[in-house]
């Protein structure tokens, strides 16, 4: 295969969609936000696009005994209530700097053919601490959409996320701006520990709100309470292990 192949699965009519990308990344946030779209809006999708790339690692996936070659997805949502949209989604990213730029180029063009003007890049930023009220934090690439995000509960502070934005949900705000796409990235605060749906869900409240679109959130919920558990334990043992006396002196001695 070269390098880069984008299949045409499926051709669709849409109504000026947005661009939801959902790549794995910091709790997973933004795979557990687009893939959660596409399970909750199913009746209403189509698959219309993979994009294969040399820059995704060389294995493929196994579902029944049946194999497929690593891609990335793009389906068309067409949503009773709401915006139309194209969600990206996959369970990789590239492995080098250049392929970063490769695929995200890859991506626009998909997203453009389609005619998307507007786009958001859905991911967490990490806080190293349990996250008791999950705020969601964005980046633009026009000045002029800071106002009507920050009336729907979006948060901009002063240098963060530290260090910026990385890999394709950055890019999709650079090279997007090149295109004359204006872009958001909506980043929920996590731990950074495990995969968070929680913070997938608060993700999720500022797309349902801003596209105007109906989500139900008791898949998402339920994993939550499953990481909760686990959360709990692992807290639990970090517990008994600050409770360990330090060994003394006297307690190193031995007898040999």
Known sequence: MDALD?????????????????????G????????????ELEADTTLVRRIYSQEFPPQVSVDGGVTSL????????TPETGRDMLVLTGDHQAQTNE???????????????????????????????????YAVLGAVNNESMLEDLEEIGVEFRDDEPAGGIVGVSGLLLGLGERRGIDATCLMGETS???????????VLEIIEER????????????????????????????????SMEVPSDDDLRYIG
């Open 99 to 133: 392929g970063h730029y490769v695929l995200t180029d890859a991506f626009l063009d998909v997203a453009e053919s389609f005619g998307v003007s507007e786009l958001y890049a859905l991911g967490g930023v990490p806080t190293g601490e349990l996250i008791d009220e």
């Open 28 to 39: 997973h946030v933004g795979k557990l936000a687009a893939d959660h779209i596409l399970e």
């Open 70 to 77: 690593t891609c990335a997805s793009v389906h068309a949502v």
């Open 6 to 26: 984008i299949d045409a699965v499926a051709e669709v009519d849409l109504n000026e969609p947005v661009l939801i990308e959902g790549l794995p990344g910091v």
């Open 192 to 202: 950074g520990y495990l995969v968070d749906p929680m913070s997938a869900r608060a």
């Open 211 to 242: 596209l105007e679109i109906d989500l139900e959130y008791e898949s998402l919920d339920e994993r939550a309470e499953e990481m909760k558990d686990v959360m709990g334990k692992i807290q639990e043992m970090e517990n008994q292990q600050q």
